[in-house]
């Protein structure tokens, strides 16, 4: 596998389920980040993990939860969402945070459907 | 407040020349980012643009005004795979990405 991977593809899940959204990254990235993208809306940053370490919490409501175990993988723990959450969840990675000039590489994301 | 600003959406036909222009508004300036999303697919990066004038790469070029806060995205000799979505971003002085609603471009033969 090359590049970043995310799993599911597709979920629907109900407002008083759990689950989880993967994303892995092969690329030896040291910066990894969550994003939410809304039909017709710009790009929503959610979270940035640097080295394992949270550095950016854009306000995302609790029931969002990030976990970055190593610096190759991150998931988002979701748990009682509301139908306005339904999105695509993009993950991506760059080689480092704060710094100028690395793009970032996307996943293929998660379209997600909260019923 | 931060802002970008670009059209929704853009018709061009097969072979032609578009151009797709970038307003940015942001606290500090780290430099401009455009990215290609095919639809149902992940945003690739297209172009980083920090310093005033033009940077060419084959087909696509991308254009910087630092003072005008205005960026435009070159496409030559278009072809049916361009129709896509151009996102322009422009980082901050917190190294964050602030995004653009993307441009739908739509390629006519």
């Known amino acids: 596998e090359t590049g970043v991977t995310q799993t599911p593809r597709h979920l629907v899940m109900g407002m008083t389920n759990k689950k989880s959204l993967k994303c892995e990254q092969h690329?030896?990235?040291?910066?990894m980040y969550w994003y939410k993208q809304s039909a017709k809306k710009p790009l929503e940053l959610m979270f940035v993990?640097?080295?394992?370490?949270?550095?950016e919490n854009n306000s995302v409501p609790s029931r969002f939860s990030p976990e970055c175990p190593n610096s190759s993988h991150l998931f988002l723990h979701l748990h009682t969402l509301q139908p306005e959450d339904s999105a695509l969840y993009l993950c991506?990675?760059?080689?480092?945070?704060?710094?100028?000039?690395?793009?970032?590489?996307f996943g293929p994301g998660t379209r997600l459907t909260v019923t | 407040g931060q802002n970008i600003d670009q059209p929704t959406e853009m018709t061009a036909t097969e072979g032609a020349i578009v151009q797709i222009n970038c307003t940015y508004q942001t606290s500090g300036f780290n430099g401009l980012f455009w990215y290609q999303q095919h639809a149902g697919e992940a945003p690739t990066f297209l172009s980083y643009n920090v310093l005033d004038g033009l940077e060419e790469k084959g087909r696509f070029s991308s254009f910087l005004s630092r003072s005008k806060g205005y960026s435009y995205l070159l496409l030559k000799e278009l072809q049916m795979k361009d129709s896509a979505s151009y996102l322009c971003?422009?980082?901050?002085?917190?190294?964050?990405?602030?995004w653009g609603a993307g441009t739908k471009l739509i390629i006519k033969p």
């Open positions: 991506a990675s760059s080689q480092d945070w704060a710094s100028p000039g690395y793009e970032q590489y």
């Open positions: 971003a422009s980082m901050d002085s917190n190294y964050q990405l602030i």
């Open positions: 993990y640097s080295l394992e370490e949270r550095v």
């Open positions: 690329l030896g990235h040291n910066a």
